[in-house]
């Protein structure tokens, strides 16, 4: 079963705007990762926070991390057209193992 | 440097066929792991290897599903004989080893099963 949940499912803003999306998990982790997918493209790697960080920042992307709460989220900031994309969480647990949740389809409006 | 490639891109099968999908990570990834993604869906990993042999096929229907990665390079994931459920993207994914958690991934192979 996906141990991340993304939420919203949907998102759509207007360019220029901050776009918000969270991730939620069950068991504990050794770190959590978000990435991007463009339609009918593979995923690309944003960015890792590790299980005793609790925020990180990698250009317009800003992500937190409360172990407490089992939750992640991701913040956009100043979002641009490029940005349509679906963004996935993917936690590790255990020896190695990648569990992706449903992803948010972002849509950024022009 | 050259990203993973796979092929083919897309692929249709009819039910009870076989079909295999061809995958090359980036040069000297020493990790290797293959993911179905069904349509709205986030990936599912199916099979990780590190180098040659297999590090977790926890999720891999093993009945009807098989992959090998032979010298430790390229891989190869197959299905026989396939259902209509397996209708998905395969993606292929490297890292240089698995405490390198970032995860190259491949274009994907679009399978239809009809």
């Known amino acids: 079963s996906q141990q991340g949940e993304e939420d919203p499912q949907a998102l759509s803003i207007q360019e220029g705007e901050n776009a918000t999306m969270n991730c939620s998990y069950k068991?504990?982790?050794?770190?959590l990762q978000w990435y991007r997918q463009n339609s009918g493209r593979g995923l690309v790697h944003l960015i890792l926070?590790?299980?005793?960080?609790r925020e990180k920042h990698s250009g317009r992307l800003r992500v937190t991390l409360d172990t407490s709460k089992k939750s992640s989220s991701l913040l956009i900031t100043a979002s641009r057209a490029a940005d349509t994309a679906s963004y996935f969480c993917?936690?590790?647990?255990?020896?190695?193992?990648?569990?992706f949740g449903t992803g948010t389809r972002l849509k950024v409006l022009a | 440097e050259a990203g993973v490639a796979q092929s083919p891109r897309y692929k249709i099968i009819e039910k009870r066929q076989s079909v295999a999908f061809w995958c090359n990570p980036i040069?000297?990834?020493?990790?290797l792991y293959w993911y179905q993604q069904i349509l709205g869906q986030g990936p599912k990993l199916l099979i990780q290897f590190q180098n040659n042999g297999v590090v977790d096929d926890s999720q891999l229907p093993k009945d009807r599903f098989s992959a090998e990665r032979l010298k430790g390079v390229d891989s190869t994931l197959k299905i026989q004989p396939a259902k209509l459920e397996d209708s998905a993207v395969y993606l292929c994914?490297?890292?240089?080893?698995?405490?390198?958690?970032?995860?190259?991934f491949g274009p994907g192979t679009r399978l239809t099963v009809t």
């Open positions: 068991t504990s982790i050794n770190n």
């Open positions: 993917a936690v590790t647990s255990g020896t190695y193992k990648y569990i």
């Open positions: 040069s000297g990834h020493a990790t």
């Open positions: 994914a490297s890292s240089l080893d698995p405490s390198d958690y970032e995860q190259y």
């Open positions: 926070i590790r299980s005793n960080e």
